[in-house]
């Protein structure tokens, strides 16, 4: 009897054994899950206020969700580190507010506890232009329990085909500026004119111009390594059979004419 009651306490101490160690094997994946949902409720909140910041272009909050190490800027083949003094230059003295701002299919992949990716779209209408919608991949790292931006890359092939964006100076300013072109294959710049000589140099691809009035017009080619100018005052059309890149230089400020009908770009 007594060798049945010792066997039956064994038993029962093994179950205990088992179910403890059971438990301890479980309690920090259930407790690894519930840190990771917390995580990306936070992300969530921090993208809708995110949203709310930009809509009501609450300019300091803006510029206070990123690094204050400086954040790298993506996008449309560039790359750039800003530090936090040029992050919030801009958006306290150039930066305009959109009319209308929405997140969409955003997507959060929790790295750690203090560092997440996240991925997705948005639509961004400006005060006057056309709505366009915008890939989306952030980096966010927690900074004294708050959470901040320190890699965003914000891409979009824009109607017209090309974007530019700016090295140093401003073509609009007085001074020397320059400038970083990329044309998606196909786009093409119809009729226009500069009002100061713009020195091009073709970084990749090629370019194609037709340059100069109805009598002396020919078109001209650009393959990448070689350097042009396009006069101040001379109409010209660009287009580009394949993906190409560019860099502008020219003295500012520096306006751009277009017939009237042609709508109006930088």
Not at 158 to 167: D, L, Q, V
Not at 172 to 190: D, Q, R
């Amino acid at each position: 009897m007594r060798k049945v009651q010792f066997l039956l306490v064994c038993c029962l101490l093994l179950c205990v054994g088992v179910v403890v160690q059971a438990q301890k094997v479980k309690t920090p994946k259930s407790q690894k899950q519930n840190d990771v949902a917390a995580t990306e409720r936070e992300i969530r909140e921090f993208f809708d206020s995110y949203a709310e910041d930009l809509r009501a272009a609450r300019r300091e909050a803006i510029a206070n969700r990123y690094d204050s190490r400086g954040y790298f800027r993506m996008g449309n083949g560039n790359k750039r580190l800003v530090s936090f003094e040029d992050t919030k230059e801009r958006y306290l003295t150039r930066w305009t507010g959109p009319k209308s701002f929405e997140w969409k299919d955003l997507s959060i992949e929790v790295l750690s506890s203090d560092a997440a990716v996240v991925t997705g779209l948005f639509d961004w209408e400006p005060a006057s232009g056309q709505k366009a919608t915008f890939s989306y991949t952030g980096l966010l790292i927690k900074q004294a329990g708050k959470w901040r931006i320190r890699v965003e890359d914000e891409s979009v092939v824009p109607p017209n085909g090309y974007t530019i964006s700016k090295i140093s100076g401003d073509r609009t300013l007085e001074g020397t500026f320059k400038e970083s072109m990329t044309a998606h294959a196909g786009a093409c710049i119809g009729a226009h004119r500069h009002t100061a000589d713009m020195h091009i140099t073709v970084l990749k691809g090629r370019q194609f111009i037709l340059m100069g009035d109805l009598e002396t017009a020919r078109v001209q080619v650009f393959e990448a390594g070689s350097s042009f100018v396009i006069p101040a005052g001379v109409w010209h059309v660009e287009w580009f059979e394949s993906e190409s890149a560019f860099e502008i230089s020219g003295i500012g400020p520096m306006l751009t004419e277009r017939p009237p009908s042609t709508p109006r770009k930088p």
